[in-house]
């Protein structure tokens, strides 16, 4: 049974177009449990009604008996529903005028997506058939996997098949928030140059060049081909170069060839006429018996990689990005998201991911809205389609009408004024109307940051990202090298705090020249664990801060992922070690200030020891958050269970501020929940600090500081901890800043 779901979820994956897919799912399915019927309802979302959408099993012509009824009771149930006889059964409704054997036995799953029901897939059987558990357990496990798949492809049938210009669908499609804001342009897919499955669908300028240029790479590939097994002639036994022998029949094969090139002529770019040839080839050999030729359904899908990497070389570069991009991808890093002209970038749609990803975190940043965990998003097939991100309530519009375009533009006109408006007030300080004085620094890791107008709004660098220096490098810098870097940091707010992270990689930042494999790379070597076990990488990296910070005497130093006292102790003892060697050597540097970032679990129940060691504690919510919650927030499945505003992570935020306090140190936060403003109402009332945020943030951040007082915070704080779930606490925040004239920080628009 494992081979046969596997094979049928591999080619309802691959399969084209909705009424494909749903068909090919029923027919399976009937040959899979030997049964006489198997059909699928789909929930339609305008009337709530299901609706047959395929059916196997019928005689031609003969009418479906109808059994809304039992079909609505297992969409009802959310469970199966198994009947040995129907017709007894009060939920049992039979079409007028249906002349064929009643089939007495009835097994029906629910289809669930994501908590939501998308239909109810029915297998029915004549006579004395009797549906077992074996085939209940087939079931469940087969919807479970393909759920997605159908949601997908529901989007993909609204869609059509029609040009990019057939405009005028308006199709919604739901995600997480990741970076608020209104973007509204034309999607650019981008793909990974190695990922034959991302290629997108994309209109070909001329089909005969596209022809020429698949034809060309084929040839190119051949060469490639046999002058690699004439080179390894002699190293290589016969049966091993046998191999090759097999790729060049592949080349060949005229159902191969000629297959991508008649897609080409309907209308496809060659990258994604030999996607969609390559994995209808590669479908083949998976569904075969026997494991040898099955196995050979990776060598046809490196061939297709080996393909493209000439088609992309030789034909077709990246796109030129054009103005009001919408850059969507199943998969965004931030060095990807960083490669498309600021002036160009509207928007970002990514298939994976949270709003704490780092490529969320980014977007932030540069005040790009942006829409994370669209796992649902048929992305090869939406290039070159307009769009519109929402990236307040984390919708996805595409092909949107005239009307809904229109009332887009007129919210993302408002918001661009009072953004306008925003800035202008930035560099009043931020003191809340009871007189406190909240310092409101940056977190940095761009240059972009640094910039002179920027600067003069902000108290200073609340987090610089040291990291960021290390992951565009093909090496560890040097000192002299990292030295130079932090005294411009330092240099740009030479009156005010800048804190220095140190080096924090691991987990989801990766360094090529310093790779990690591990199963949990988030409970694994990461932060400060790898920076004690390479003294010699640490002492470089603090030497440098020390120097760096000569001129100005601003330097606050931060040691990440701290989960106990002998971590801190032995990094303190090693920032003194740095100092004193450069004492020795005759370079005097002043005594920088030191902090803990709490962001494990451990360290909030520390708090008040490690902060009698240092000057003062940064909470990093973004990885504080993950692990309270046992949430990976890049995870797309489990995303929407990350919250800012759990309960859970109020208590610890509660607990982290009175150990630090009793200790008589400030506490900061530097995490994503500062940057946004109805969560950091919950930190000025839980009696932080000091904040530090992305610099789009900075003017939301300074209005919401500059509209309550502390006492009110206090009180809405208060309030939050009695409540039990995060959206009841999400639901009082969002309604106490509309209350306050604020709506605008948390839904489009001006007000």
């Not at 060659?270 to 026997?290: I, N, S, V």
């Not at 001129?551 to 303190?572: C, K, Q, R, W, Y």
């Not at 909030?604 to 990093?620: M, N, P, T």
Request: charged share 25%; hydrophobic share 40%.
């Amino acid at each position: 049974m494992l081979f046969t779901l596997r094979r049928i979820v591999q080619e309802a994956t691959q399969a084209e177009g909705l009424a494909n897919v749903l068909d090919l799912i029923v027919q399976r399915v009937r040959e899979a449990l030997s049964v006489d019927v198997a059909s699928l309802y789909l929930l339609c979302p305008q009337n709530e009604q299901l609706t047959l959408m395929a059916s196997h099993g019928l005689a031609q012509g003969a009418h479906l008996q109808q059994y809304e009824g039992l079909v609505a009771l297992v969409a009802e149930r959310a469970e199966p529903v198994i009947l040995d006889n129907v017709t007894g059964h009060s939920r049992y409704q039979r079409f007028p005028g249906s002349v064929e054997e009643p089939l007495n036995s009835f097994l029906g799953v629910p289809l669930l997506h994501q908590r939501r029901l998308l239909g109810v897939l029915v297998v029915q059987a004549l006579g004395e058939h009797r549906f077992q558990e074996d085939h209940v357990a087939f079931l469940v496990t087969l919807v479970a996997q393909l759920a997605s798949v159908i949601s997908s492809a529901e989007i993909s049938g609204e869609l059509g098949s029609g040009e990019v210009q057939d405009v005028g669908r308006n199709i919604l499609v739901s995600g997480i928030p990741g970076s608020p804001g209104i973007g509204i342009g034309t999607a650019v897919v981008y793909f990974p140059d190695t990922e034959l499955e991302a290629v997108p669908d994309r209109n070909p300028d001329s089909i005969e060049d596209e022809i020429t240029l698949f034809r060309e790479a084929v040839a190119q590939v051949e060469v490639d081909l046999l002058r690699i097994k004439e080179e390894l002639s002699s190293k290589l036994p016969a049966e091993d170069r046998a191999l090759f022998d097999a790729y060049l029949m592949m080349l060949s094969s005229s159902s191969l060839i000629d297959g991508a090139v008649e897609r080409i002529k309907e209308g496809n770019w060659a990258p994604g006429a030999l996607r969609a040839t390559f994995l209808e080839y590669q479908r083949h050999f998976d569904e075969m018996e026997d494991d040898y030729l099955r196995e050979r359904a990776t060598d046809v899908q490196d061939l297709g990689r080996r393909i493209l990497e000439h088609l992309l070389t030789d034909g077709h570069k990246r796109p030129q990005y054009q103005e009001n991009t919408i850059l969507v991808g199943r998969d965004i890093s931030a060095s990807q998201l960083a490669e498309v002209p600021a002036e160009k970038l509207a928007g970002m749609v990514c298939g994976s991911g949270s709003g704490s990803s780092h490529v969320a975190i980014l977007a932030r940043a540069l005040g790009v809205p942006a829409v994370m965990g669209a796992s649902d998003l048929p992305v090869a097939r939406i290039d070159g389609l307009d769009v519109i991100v929402d990236g307040y309530q984390g919708s996805i519009y595409l092909r949107p009408e005239k009307a809904v375009r229109t009332e887009f533009e007129r919210l993302a006109r408002e918001e661009s004024e009072l953004t306008q408006g925003l800035w202008s007030e930035a560099k009043r300080p931020a003191i809340t109307p009871d007189g406190h004085t909240v310092p409101v620094y940056i977190n940095s890791g761009l240059k972009s940051d640094l910039m002179q107008a920027q600067r003069s709004m902000a108290d200073g660098i609340g987090l610089y990202r040291t990291e960021l220096p290390f992951m565009v490098r093909e090496r560890f810098p040097g000192e002299v090298e990292q030295a130079n870097i932090y005294e411009r940091v330092l240099r740009s707010f030479p009156a005010h705090p800048v804190t220095l992270r140190t080096l924090d990689v691991g987990g989801d930042k990766a360094l090529s020249y310093f790779p990690i494999v591990e199963d949990n790379p988030f409970l694994g070597y990461r932060g400060i664990r790898i920076s004690l076990d390479h003294p010699d990488i640490f002492l470089t990296q603090l030497r440098a801060m020390l120097q760096a910070s000569r001129a100005t005497g601003n330097l606050h130093v931060l040691f990440p992922m701290i989960s106990s006292m002998d971590e801190l102790d032995e990094s303190l003892a090693l920032l003194e070690r740095a100092r004193h060697e450069l004492g020795e050597e005759g370079i005097e540097t002043p005594l920088p200030r030191t902090g803990v970032m709490i962001e494990v679990p451990s360290a909030v129940y520390l708090a008040e020891h490690l902060a009698r060691k240092v000057d003062f504690l940064s909470i990093g919510t973004n990885d504080l958050v993950q692990y309270l919650l046992a949430v990976d927030r890049n995870n797309t499945r489990v995303a929407k269970l990350y919250h800012d505003d759990h309960p859970a992570v109020l208590c610890a935020i509660e607990a982290i501020v009175d150990g630090a306090h009793r200790a008589g140190r400030p506490v900061s936060v530097c995490g994503e929940m500062a940057s946004d403003p109805a969560s950091m109402l919950l930190l000025l009332g839980a009696g932080v600090d000091s904040l530090s945020v992305s610099v789009a943030s900075l003017p939301r951040i300074k209005w919401v500081i500059r509209s309550f007082s502390r006492q009110h915070a206090s009180e809405i704080f208060t309030e939050a901890r009695r409540l039990l779930d995060p959206e009841s606490i999400r639901s009082l925040l969002n309604n106490t800043l509309i209350d306050a004239g604020l709506g605008a920080l948390v839904r489009a628009g001006r007000h």
